[in-house]
Antibody, heavy 123, light 111 residues
Framework: EVQLLESGGGLVQPGGSLRLSCAAS????????MNWVRQAPGKGLEWVSA????????YYAESVTGRFTISRDNSKNTLYLQMDSLRVEDTAVYYC????????????????WGQGTMVTVSS | QSALTQPPSVSGSPGQSVTISCTGT?????????VSWYQQPPGTAPKLIIY???NRPSGVPDRFSGSKSGNTASLTISGLQAEDEADYYC???????????FGGGTKLTVL
């Protein structure tokens, strides 16, 4: 069964940094675009970032541009999200999400979701 | 860019049908057949149930169906079952630099 397993969440002070990881298994990781989607407590879903299968093309939501960096290591089947200059409003569960089509992100469907990792930004 | 508009809640009795709407603009739902729907039971991750407006992934019951008219997409669940109780979210590709936009979510209660 295709699986995504996030890690790296936790409590951090405003202005701090955190690095999320997502370990993928049982599919050809390098072939598929990957995304991060977050959900604030009791709120809806918000797309955060995407990256092409090769890792050469990153995309970001306006709310995180300049503060977050998405990357991937296809040799380790792992997706990352480096989060800097964190704000209280970044508090959320962060989901690692796979797209069903190969290559560049299509932004139109997310077929596999991890269980999520909680990030809390608070003083 | 604002989220797609969904009703906060809908309800129905077992065996009945319910429809959840998702209203966007000509920059997203109205111009692209790239609408998806996700089911999220409490305490779990979202699950893809409809993609490309009308298509069901393997394993999703045919009780779930999608459609679109103009700037509004809809998810219909027929033959409601207790296990359908969950939050439902729509999403669409958007031509804005947001790339993808979600609805605010709809809580389905099975009475």
């Amino acid at each position: 069964e295709v699986q995504l397993l996030e890690s790296g969440g936790g409590l951090v002070q405003p202005g701090g940094s955190l690095r999320l990881s997502c370990a993928a298994s049982r599919f050809t990781f390098s072939a598929f675009a990957m995304n991060w989607v977050r959900q604030a407590p009791g709120k809806g879903l918000e797309w955060v970032s995407a990256i092409s299968g090769s890792g050469s093309s990153p995309y970001y939501a306006e709310s995180v541009t300049g503060r977050f960096t998405i990357s991937r290591d296809n040799s380790k089947n792992t997706l990352y999200l480096q989060m800097d200059s964190l704000r209280v409003e970044d508090t959320a569960v962060y989901y690692c999400v796979k797209e069903p089509k190969r290559g560049l992100p299509n932004f139109d469907a997310f077929d596999i979701w991890g269980q999520g990792t909680m990030v809390t930004v608070s003083s | 860019q604002s989220a797609l508009t969904q009703p906060p809640s809908v309800s129905g009795s077992p065996g009945q049908s319910v429809t959840i709407s998702c209203t966007g603009t000509s920059s997203d739902v109205g111009s692209y057949n790239r609408v998806s729907w996700y089911q999220q039971p409490p305490g779990t991750a979202p699950k893809l149930i409809i993609y490309a407006v009308t298509n069901r992934p393997s394993g999703v019951p045919d009780r779930f169906s999608g459609s679109k008219s103009g700037n509004t997409a809809s998810l219909t669940i027929s033959g409601l079952q207790a296990e359908d109780e969950a939050d439902y979210y729509c999403s669409s590709y958007t031509s804005s630099n947001t790339y993808v936009i979600f609805g605010g979510g709809t809580k389905l209660t099975v009475l």
